[in-house]
């Protein structure tokens, strides 16, 4: 099992990409799988994201408690950064 923290930093890189390419079918079931993954493995009831100028604060409702982490934008948008700019590496298939 991975930590919370890192299920969230994985969930929220991926699913930042799936809301900008609702018809990139991987990356809408990569971040379904991270969200199963939050729910199942780790109790979470609510994930709520807020961005900021710098950084995402994430807050997530767990039955036992609330947790909140920070991420810097950059370190978020990795992903969706190397997608926007070279669009032609990241086909999106059937």
């Given amino acids: 099992m991975k930590s919370l923290q890192d299920v969230v930093y994985?969930?929220?890189?991926?699913?930042?990409?799936?809301?900008?390419r609702p018809d990139d079918q991987a990356a809408v079931e990569t971040a379904a799988f991270f969200k199963q993954m939050l729910e199942e493995e780790?109790?979470?009831?609510?994930?709520?994201?807020d961005k900021r100028e710098d950084?995402?604060?994430v807050r997530v409702q767990k039955k036992e408690e609330d947790r909140s982490f920070r991420f810097?934008?950059?370190?978020i948008e990795c992903i969706y950064d190397q997608i926007h700019q070279e669009p032609q590496k990241f086909t999106m298939y059937p």
């Fill in 10 to 20: 994985n969930w929220l890189s991926i699913q930042l990409v799936a809301d900008a």
């Fill in 42 to 49: 780790h109790n979470v009831t609510s994930i709520h994201v």
């Fill in 55 to 57: 950084m995402y604060s």
């Fill in 72 to 75: 810097p934008v950059e370190l």
